[in-house]
Nanobody
Framework: QVQLQESGPGLVKPSQTLSLTCTVSGGSITTTYYYWSWIRQPPGKGLEWIANTGYTGSTYYRPSLKSRTSISRDTSKNQFTLHLSSVTPEDTAVYYC??????????????WGQGTQVTVSS
């Protein structure tokens, strides 16, 4: 059973950098064919994919957020981390990490973290 757990600050000031870490247990982030994602849900809105890191360490970013986003991983700790710079109140959301695998052209998620609320406010 794969488990994912998000950790990070619940409150961030505008213009600061938000860093969230996902700790994975029950499976390795280097397991072939799996992709590890950050996804968020702003209040009253739908889910929004932010970034992936793949089993080889490759990275993919949402184009609209690419200039402010980076994702890294620590294979020794089985963790991957999202960094989102220059945050604004529009970045307020519940942030999720998830595991996915491509089925055709679509990335299908099978395990999710419980989510962590991040509020951007002064």
């Amino acid at each position: 059973q794969v488990q994912l757990q998000e950790s990070g600050p619940g409150l961030v000031k505008p213009s600061q950098t938000l860093s969230l870490t996902c700790t994975v247990s029950g499976g390795s982030i280097t397991t072939t064919y799996y992709y590890w994602s950050w996804i968020r849900q702003p209040p009253g809105k739908g889910l929004e994919w932010i970034a992936n890191t793949g089993y080889t360490g490759s990275t993919y970013y949402r184009p609209s957020l690419k200039s402010r986003t980076s994702i890294s991983r620590d294979t020794s700790k089985n963790q991957f981390t999202l960094h989102l710079s220059s945050v604004t109140p529009e970045d307020t959301a519940v942030y999720y990490c998830a595991r996915g695998r491509f089925e055709g052209r679509h990335l299908v998620y099978d395990y999710w973290g419980q989510g962590t609320q991040v509020t951007v406010s002064s």
